[in-house]
């Protein structure tokens, strides 16, 4: 998981909390203090004020701003899956071009191999300077008899 998806989610539990602990004081604020006639009180003294429009207006953004917090939160949970799908896909197009680097281009009648600026080098000397691996020659018992018949006993 990488540094961004992880500032991510804590972003969103960070969110979530917030909003959890909101409810809860409210709830717990709710209980001890009787809101609504508080309000409706409030409202009797302030007649000019019109609150009886004021308060359905801040409900409504209350509600307003729930809904597109929640809305932020789906949205960062969508782009977080596509990102894990675009980073798998780029895993794979990764594995696919390691896979492809091992095909070595090699000539079919003399077997040299050629590198990557176009020049040819033959297979010991190529995978030598890649691979660090040394040869050892010998010659395989069809060799000793196509080059040097009657010599195998």
Not at 43 to 50: A, N
Not at 141 to 146: F, G, L, M, W, Y
Request: aromatic share 10%.
């Amino acid at each position: 998981m990488n540094k961004d998806s992880m500032r991510v989610k804590h972003r969103i539990v960070i969110e979530l909390a917030v909003i959890s602990i909101l409810s809860i004081v409210t709830f717990i604020l709710s209980a001890k203090i009787d809101t609504l006639e508080l309000l409706v009180k409030f409202s009797q003294q302030h007649e000019s004020w019109e609150l009886d429009e004021i308060i359905p207006v801040f409900i409504f953004l209350t509600f307003a701003s729930a809904y597109f917090s929640f809305r932020r939160w789906l949205e960062i949970k969508r782009s977080d899956e596509l990102l894990k799908m675009q980073h798998e896909k780029l895993k794979s197009t990764m594995s696919e071009i390691k896979q492809l680097r091992k095909i070595l281009p090699i000539c079919s009648s003399c077997k040299k191999i050629r590198d990557d600026n176009g020049n040819w080098h033959q297979v010991e000397e190529y995978i030598g300077s890649h691979a660090g691996t040394a040869f050892s020659h010998g010659i395989c018992p069809d060799c000793i008899e196509k080059l040097y018949p009657g010599l195998s006993g």
